[in-house]
């Protein structure tokens, strides 16, 4: 296997493993844990702890499908984002800008499995420092899509490649700038 696809074939194996993690999470939250009804609570630290919430929104629980309409309209957007992202992700060549795309893909499709089955998202995780929440409650592909996300804005606004330097005349560029 050459190089690029290489680095692609991890991409997607990354998806794949965050999908499998976020749904079996879910899984044992609901499942094993008991955490089956909207504010189930399982105590686990001081500043964390499961508590079941159901999102029928998107992202910080914006665009609530309130009906049979939205929750398919909501699927469909989500998926064809999901579709661009693997474009997206099969089109670069660098492992470092395939891994964030590969993590943001793992989330999407987590949480569009849910909202297909359900109709909402299953969420659980509860980070708080006393009544302080710096985060809404979350799950697995949540927290992936957000990492993703930073990571793939992180490389765009700090790690752009440089011109290569303007030559004088009769100066011949150096043996790297030619490779």
Known sequence: MNPLWRNRAIGLALAAAIYAAD?????LVVERLGLKSVGDNLYLLPFFDFT??????????????????MRWGLVAVTGLISLVVLV??????????ILPLGLV????????????????VIDFADLHFGEFRPF???????AA?????AIILARALFMREKPPAPHSAGEAPSPSENS
């Open 23 to 27: 749904q079996w999470l879910k899984w």
């Open 136 to 142: 809404m409650i979350f799950n697995l592909a949540d």
């Open 105 to 120: 893909l793992g989330g999407a499709l987590g949480n569009i499995k849910d909202r297909y089955e359900f109709g909402y």
């Open 88 to 97: 997206w992700l099969l089109r670069e060549r660098k492992l470092g800008e």
């Open 145 to 149: 899509i957000s990492i993703g996300v």
């Open 52 to 69: 079941r919430t159901n999102n029928f929104g998107v992202s910080l629980g914006m665009f609530p499908a309130t009906s049979p309409e």
